[in-house]
């Protein structure tokens, strides 16, 4: 079956834009989650979904957003973009509404100038 | 904050070594840990997982080992293939899924 796909996979923005990045999950999951990468700080937790309520939000600012659809698809957004926000962005599904295993996208890749 | 730690950025072995991999964690409650192994322009991919009630878990050359006491979990990889050079993320499970900082791993031929 189709893995977790992101769109888009690059895209630049400048200071002070908003982005809206998207997620469909793996046909049947339910549970989406929202992961930052930058070099140095790993996969940061940035936010979950479960049957369109977020469940659980790391320690961002209010600038990052998210939601999910009923049909599972998950959109994240942030606003008033800064340069620290250039970093990889990574959707994971899940299958169960406990966190379970998590299977990745391939990521969108934000660069802010 | 940083629940889950992996304080070496980087590790190179010789191919056929072993490769050990590392990572502490502050959070008694977490229950869950996991593996997941990330190659360049992929998405992170599950490789092994533990659960909190077990301290020792293996699938083929794979291995993971859990002190619950000391709070460190450690991946073994034996023998060690160029094919295993990636980027390594320990994760840790409460009521989400945590994850290190990554481990970068070079096997040498």
Redesign the interface.
Known sequence: KAG?TQTPRYLIKTRGQQVTLSCSPISGHRSV?W?QQTP??????LF?YFSETQ??K??FPGRFSGRQFSNSRSEMNVSTLELGDSALY?C?SSSRAW?G???????SRLTVL | DQQVKQNSPSLSVQEGRISILNCDYTNSMFDYFLWYKKYPAEGPTFLISISSIKDKNEDGRFTVFLNKSAKHLSLHIVPSQPGDSAVYFCAARYSDMRFGAGTRLTVKP
Not at chain 1, 40 to 45: E, I, K
Not at chain 1, 102 to 107: A, I, S
């Open positions: 977790v989650s992961y140095g700080q790993g996969l940061q937790f979950e469940r659980n790391g320690n990574l994971a966190p295993e998590l299977f990745f996208g391939e990521g």
